[in-house]
């Protein structure tokens, strides 16, 4: 079973990926910030991270650089799901590591394509 990290300041955002990835099979871990987001990175070891972009204490930016300088959680997928749709900030995702960028409100079942895709080893 995929185990998704959920990192979003929204609680009804997280409520909607919840019901929407475990009626796929799909655990989820959820943080409401970027530190603790990362530390459950590391700790509960997910098979990939869907991430706000705007979060409270740091930057979805800041997010995926610190996550891809941590040995032990580099490897990680990201998928940034964010309410900005500019290209900037999805050229900005991309260059601090995210593998993949959505704009809400998601598709939902692409969305569970794409985090099943990235999140498969190999």
Request: proline share 6%; hydrophobic share 45%; net charge negative.
């Amino acid at each position: 079973m995929l185990k998704i990290l959920v990192v979003d300041d929204e609680p009804e955002n997280v409520g909607l990926l919840r019901v929407v990835l475990r009626r796929q099979g799909i655990e989820v871990v959820e943080a409401n910030n970027g530190h603790d987001g990362l530390i459950l990175a590391e700790v509960e070891t997910p098979d990939g991270v869907i991430l706000d972009w705007m979060l409270p204490d740091i930057s979805g930016e800041e997010f995926c650089l610190r996550l891809r300088n941590h040995p032990a959680i580099a490897h990680l997928p990201i998928l940034v799901l964010s309410a900005l749709n500019a290209q900037n900030a999805k050229d900005k995702a991309l260059a601090a590591g995210a593998n993949h960028y959505m704009t809400k409100p998601a598709n939902f079942a692409e969305l569970v394509d794409q985090i099943r895709r990235l999140s498969v080893p190999g």
